[in-house]
């Protein structure tokens, strides 16, 4: 004996819960809003982060970046990530929160938080850099360009966002 029919019940595995989040984005959308609070007022800021544009750069973009490329674990290319920070609620927000929170996510599997100098600078043509210190207002959407440094064979698979410890990543695929 065989049985067929048709049943209009959908699978309540299928569908996602009210409560998911996405985590997954093309380049030039929002996430969803961010939260950050300050640990010196106890305040609150809300914010969305939009990565736009994805670059790779050159092996000349290094040599001539003020690097010292000596210190570095073997050759590196620069990645560029065009972004935006809007602040939709509170305080102002310092850049560092958000770029602090940014990482690359590589075609071989490595994952590269933004690029820091410490001592000296680095310079990249079309990608000026920002201070880290400058604050945010709400209603004032801030461009950033933030340099990442991988591996010369590595292509940048997505940009990543921290959402802390106990959430995924959101990402964005670096080719829409």
Known sequence: M??????????????????????????????PPQEHESSQEGKTTTYTVTPTRVETGTKADMKNS???LDDLEGPR???????????TDGDPLRIRV?????????????????????WGEATWP?????????????GKPQEICTPFLVTPFSEPEAVELG??????????????
Request: charged share 30%.
């Open 126 to 138: 079309n990608c000026p850099e920002h201070n880290a210190e400058k604050k945010v207002a709400k």
């Open 77 to 87: 290319i620069p990645i560029f990530v065009r972004s935006t920070l809007t602040v």
């Open 2 to 31: 065989a049985l067929t029919g048709c049943n209009d019940t959908e699978d309540p595995k299928s569908k996602p819960k009210e409560t998911e989040q996405q985590t997954s984005f093309r380049l030039g959308e929002a996430s």
């Open 163 to 176: 959402q802390g410890w106990y959430k995924d990543p959101l990402e964005w695929l670096a080719k829409s």
């Open 66 to 68: 003020g690097l010292d």
């Open 98 to 118: 958000m770029t602090g929170d940014l990482a690359i996510r590589t075609t071989q599997g490595d994952r590269t938080k933004a690029l820091l100098v410490y």
